[in-house]
């Protein structure tokens, strides 16, 4: 099972809007089963997760007390995949599921603010010794300081080939607990995050596919 964290240290980069497509989009990809933890007491995700009609992506409630625990539960249930959000702070909780996770995702507007707080967050995850990715997020793909934004992060470790666009179907599909793969009209979006969620696999590392193995018995050819 792997644990995906997503943290800035700023608001309203996109955190828990990503947390909630690439969940469902790690599922449509056949990455297995995924469950979501919010540790936002703001309670965003959790909030869109009741909103949604879908019984998956997983909700889970926990506390970062038990936050261990449950998830020896969920690895034992055959949760592949959990996907944490985290509230805009530098705080015990997120240390502690940065230390827990096998990689954390930053996202980060193209803007001087935020850029200045990515490179804090992207300290504390070294720190833990833990491999982050950035991606620059609710971008407009064509604006000059997006490409000198993912230039500037990619001094300061890896960013996603993807750019997250700004766009109102992200917005408008959390609404009801939807993702913009769930709309009608939303292909340009969706494919940004079929393609994010192809970079973070690749960095995750896929699923172990199930491999029948080979024995040696009385009617297998010794040499060839
Ligand atoms: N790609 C996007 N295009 C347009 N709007 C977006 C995009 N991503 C996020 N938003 C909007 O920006 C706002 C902040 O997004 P979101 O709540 O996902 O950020 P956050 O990092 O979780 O915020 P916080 O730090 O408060 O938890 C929301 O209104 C959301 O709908
Ligand atoms: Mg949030």
């Known amino acids: 099972m792997k644990l995906l964290t997503v943290a800035s240290q700023k608001g309203g980069t996109g955190k828990t809007t990503l947390c909630g497509h690439l969940a469902v989009q790690a599922e449509r990809a056949g990455f297995g089963a995924v469950a979501l933890v919010d540790t936002d007491p703001q309670g965003s995700l959790a909030d869109w997760s009741a909103a949604r009609l879908a ?6 409630q926990t506390e970062i ?5 449950d998830l020896a539960h969920l690895r034992d249930a055959g949760v592949e995949l959990v996907i944490v959000d985290t509230p805009p702070a530098v705080s015990y909780a997120i240390m502690e599921v940065v230390r827990l996770s096998d990689l954390v995702l930053i996202p980060v507007r193209p803007s001087p603010h935020d850029l200045s707080a990515a490179g804090s967050t992207a300290d504390l995850v070294e720190r833990q010794g833990k491999p982050h990715l950035f991606v620059v997020s609710a971008a407009s793909q064509r604006a000059r300081i997006t490409h000198e934004a993912a230039e500037a992060l990619s001094y ?25 793969m769930e709309l009608p009209r939303a292909k340009r979006s969706a494919a940004e995050i079929e393609s994010l969620w192809l970079d973070i696999e690749r960095r995750i590392g896929r ?15 010794m040499s060839a």
């Open 156 to 180: 300061h470790g890896p960013v996603a080939s993807t750019i997250v666009s700004f766009r109102s179907d992200f917005m408008s599909s959390m609404i009801d607990g939807r993702t913009v």
């Open 207 to 221: 699923r172990a596919a199930t491999v029948t193995p080979i024995r040696l018995g009385r009617h297998t050819p």
């Open 55 to 60: 019984e998956t992506p997983r909700f889970v």
């Open 65 to 69: 007390a038990t936050l261990e625990r």
